[in-house]
């Protein structure tokens, strides 16, 4: 696949990305000529935003994982131990890759050191992505984990990363509350960090 | 400590002065100068009287404010004599002996300054002789003042330009300066209330009465407090409205007076409405005008981009020309109406949202190395792609000023603009629905040329780039891409009303 492709992908999912926050913002301003909405129906809209956001983000790196291993896939080779002359195309990357087990991307940790794997160095975009990116990235799955589940185990979680820098809450927050604070900034500041990641990790191929 | 409450709200509420000795009174009867006790000046009325109106609000501890305080605390007792006074102006006066006088109306027309200093000291003594000032809160404060002062009506109005915010400066002052909060500590209150200010009294009907031109008391009163306060630093914006109100209500404003009615009110001299309102300054109503072309030939709309005095100017020589402009500033009245609301219903909203757009827009930029032909490109790198940083190197050239986008906008979209057939409603002919894709557009483009050429560097000022011809021919292309996908038609509405000034 030629860079020129792979860069569209990046400023797809960069688009999609911006749209969700755009959307968002629009319905939080309150703006003289729309309708009011209630804080508590625009809570629910941004907790819908911000799956909607990871969803989007889980697809854009699966899709990302294969076509770098697809660029030069020696270490695909090495790691599931192909005959060495195996070229394989997308369809056949994806098939190797998932054959296997299970894989989702939920954890980044998880994923980055999976990637390290079967990526050769050179052409790892997923190592640009910055320590700060990363934490905000594992802070969004936090929400994003309680928001599927409910569950007592992914609250905790939540209120512990809650309870550290840079927010240090005393009390539980509902993601909606918490996301719509100070006219959606946090929702603004997590889902435009999937894109700043992806702008990130297009650098690679600068 | 009630006694003296007592007699404070007494004197506020009467119609008299009392002075501590004899007065000077001239033998034609229109000056009178002597000296009188603090507690005297403390709800002296200054704006909106019969007897004028002054266009200075108390504007809080700057630089001259803070040496009348230093010099209140310090040297009480020589106070008068480092002061150069107050003057007053008063209708409808009856001296009765050399140590009295009683009035109508007053404009304290100078000084009003240092009697909001002697009464926030007097306030803030009389609270500190009840409760300790230390953590005082504006609650504490306020519930002070409705305590002792809710049964008069006329000293708590002039007690609500007492802002806990000039108060609470005050306090500070107090705290940061040991030597000053001894002063204030140690000071009597009763010795400090009878504290002698000079004053000069201007008696407004005999000197109405020998007048040749025919002026009614409040303007003859507004003239001498704006000619007073003249020399000081007062803001252009309060001499033009204090001193055209009336007329600005009447003719200029009608349309949105009687449209908003008490929804939005409408600002003559800054920091005059302190009630929880929505407001807006005469400003912002004027400038948009003059982008409409209404009043000046082109090169001038671009010159007068956020300028305050020529645009004062401006409207000074429309209503003195009110006989001949009539039709023009009947259109002016029903324009200011429709701008603010294009202003505050589209372009404010839409250029905030669309800052924060791009902001994240632009850092994503710097990321990808795309701003490598501006000014900020050598920062941008020794940022090391720290994105804080880069917001921070970002941010002051994604900021706007509204002042600057909003006039080309109505630049824009000026010859679109046209009176409704049926109503005589000015109307941006366009629907409801349709009207905000139509501001984004055109907002995106203005705003985005606004920042690229920050981002270039500018061979001048940014001042003078937003006065340029250049800058008011951006988002050209856009409007007729827009005008014609809504089939929307000139007119010559505003060339028709047209009355040439500048």
Redesign the interface.
């Known amino acids: 696949m030629k860079i020129a492709r792979v860069l569209e992908k990046y400023e797809r999912f960069?688009n999609n990305i911006?749209d969700l926050?755009?959307y968002a913002?629009?319905i939080i301003?309150d703006?003289?000529?729309e309708r009011k909405i209630p804080s508590k129906q625009k809570q629910m809209l941004l907790e819908s935003l911000l799956l909607r956001a990871c969803a989007l983000w889980e697809s854009f790196i699966e899709r990302e994982l294969i076509v770098s291993i697809n660029l030069d896939p020696s270490q695909l080779i090495t790691k599931f131990d192909l005959p060495e002359k195996t070229n394989p195309n997308i369809r056949l990357t994806r098939a190797i890759v998932f054959s296997d087990s299970f894989r989702d991307f939920h954890d980044i940790d998880r994923s980055m050191s999976f990637f390290k794997e079967v990526i050769v160095d050179k052409l790892n975009p997923f190592k640009k992505i910055?320590r700060?990116?990363k934490e905000k990235i594992i802070f969004a799955y936090k929400i994003r984990n309680y928001l599927a589940h409910y569950s007592e185990f992914s609250k905790i979680k939540l209120f512990r990363a809650y309870q550290r820098e840079p927010y240090k809450y005393r009390i539980f927050l509902e993601p909606g509350k918490f996301l719509l604070k100070q006219k959606g900034r946090h929702f603004?500041e997590l889902v435009?960090n999937f894109?700043?990641a992806s702008?990130?990790m297009?650098?690679i191929f600068? | 400590m009630k006694s003296l409450i007592e007699e404070l709200k007494s004197i506020g509420n009467s119609r008299r002065l009392s002075f501590s000795d004899d007065f000077y009174y001239s033998a034609d009867e229109k000056t009178i100068m002597g000296e009188l006790p603090f507690k005297e000046i403390l709800f002296l009325d200054y704006r909106d009287t019969e007897a004028g109106s002054n266009p200075r609000e108390y504007n809080g501890l700057k630089k001259t404010n803070k040496s009348i305080l230093t010099s209140l605390l310090a040297h009480t007792e020589m106070f008068r004599f480092l002061h150069s006074g107050i003057i007053v102006s008063l209708t409808d006066t009856m001296v009765s002996n050399k140590h009295i006088i009683e009035y109508g109306d007053c404009c304290l027309t100078n000084g009003n300054q240092t009697r909001f200093l002697v009464l926030i000291i007097i306030l803030l003594k009389i609270f500190s002789e009840e409760k300790s000032l230390t953590g005082i809160t504006q609650k504490e404060f306020n519930t002070f003042l409705k305590s002792n002062f809710s049964d008069s009506q006329k000293i708590l109005t002039l007690l609500q330009r007492v802002t806990y915010s000039k108060v609470s400066q005050a306090l500070n002052f107090l705290k940061r300066n040991n030597k000053y909060l001894k002063n204030f500590n140690e000071m009597n209150l009763n010795s400090f209330a009878n504290s002698k200010v000079r004053i000069q009294i201007n008696l407004i009907d005999p000197i109405l009465s020998e007048l040749e031109e025919k002026l009614d008391e409040y303007s003859v009163g507004t003239l001498i407090a704006v000619a007073n306060n003249d020399t000081q630093n007062v803001r252009v914006d309060d001499i033009f409205g204090n001193k055209y109100k009336t007329e600005l209500g009447t003719y200029i404003f009608k349309t949105f007076i009687k449209q908003k009615k008490d929804k939005v009110r409408i600002e003559y001299r800054l920091g005059e409405i302190i009630d929880k309102v929505d407001k807006v300054h005469i400003l912002t109503l004027l400038r948009p005008i003059i982008a409409t072309g209404i009043l000046t030939k082109e090169k001038k709309i671009f010159e007068y981009t956020n300028q305050r005095a020529p645009i004062y100017k401006l409207f000074e020589k429309l209503l003195r020309n009110k006989d001949k402009a009539i039709k023009t500033i009947e259109t002016i009245s029903k324009l200011s109406l429709l701008l603010y609301d294009i202003r505050?219903?589209?372009v404010e909203?839409?250029l905030?949202?669309q800052r924060?757009?791009f902001l994240?827009e632009y850092?994503?930029k710097a990321?990808?190395?795309d701003l490598e032909d501006t000014i900020i490109n050598k920062q941008i790198s020794s940022s090391g792609?720290n994105?804080e940083e880069i917001e921070k190197i970002i941010r002051p050239y994604v900021n706007y000023n509204v002042e600057h986008i909003f006039p080309v906008l109505v630049y824009r979209v000026r010859k679109i603009i046209k009176e409704e057939d049926s109503s005589g409603k000015m109307v941006f002919p366009l629907s409801?629905d349709k009207?905000?894709e139509f501001f984004k557009a055109l907002i995106e483009v203005i705003y985005r040329k606004y920042i690229e050429t920050k981002l270039k560097g500018l061979p001048t000022s940014l001042t003078t780039f937003v006065r340029s011809k250049e800058f008011y021919e951006i988002g050209e292309e856009t409007y007729v891409a827009l005008k014609h996908s809504y089939s929307l038609e000139e007119s010559n509405y505003i060339e028709d009303n047209r009355y040439l000034i500048g």
């Open positions: 960069e911006e926050i755009r913002q629009e301003a703006l003289p000529y910055t700060i990116q603004e435009n894109k700043m702008i990130q297009r650098t600068k | 505050k219903t589209y909203p839409l905030d949202l924060k757009n994240r850092k994503g990321i990808k190395g792609g994105e409801k009207t905000p």
